[in-house]
């Protein structure tokens, strides 16, 4: 079992910035990426950004040059950089962790973005 938790979100102005943590604790060795993942009120999830074990990373074409991930592997969280934030990113964010055996959710942290 692995244990995420997400923190860092709130309420931003657009043109702000906010860095999401996911904390990671349990059974984290063999997981072969983190994914960040966003559902916005009446939308389907979708991915944000992830990095592998390996240290790749990809973000998907609506943040890219605005959200960096990037991790701490000492102490077992990845975080999400969040800049020039628009309305439209205004979600539930969450980090999912990647294994063999399955994916591991967070509870989510809120995200919101005012205009």
């Known amino acids: 079992q692995v244990q995420l938790v997400e923190s860092g979100g709130g309420l931003v102005q657009a043109g702000g910035s906010l860095r999401l943590s996911c904390a990671a604790s349990?059974?984290?060795?063999?997981?072969?990426?983190i994914v960040w993942y966003r559902q916005a009120p009446g939308k389907q999830r979708e991915v944000v950004a992830e990095?592998?074990?390996?240290?790749?990373?990809n973000s998907a074409d609506s943040v890219k040059g605005r959200f960096t991930i990037s991790r701490d592997i000492a102490k077992n969280t990845v975080y999400l950089q969040m800049n020039s934030l628009k309305p439209e990113d205004t979600a539930i964010y969450y980090c999912?962790?990647?294994?063999?055996?399955?994916?591991?959710w967070g509870q989510g942290t809120q995200v919101t973005v005012s205009s």
């Open positions: 999912a962790a990647q294994k063999v055996t399955g994916t591991y």
């Open positions: 990095i592998t074990s390996g240290g790749s990373t």
């Open positions: 349990g059974s984290i060795f063999n997981i072969n990426a």
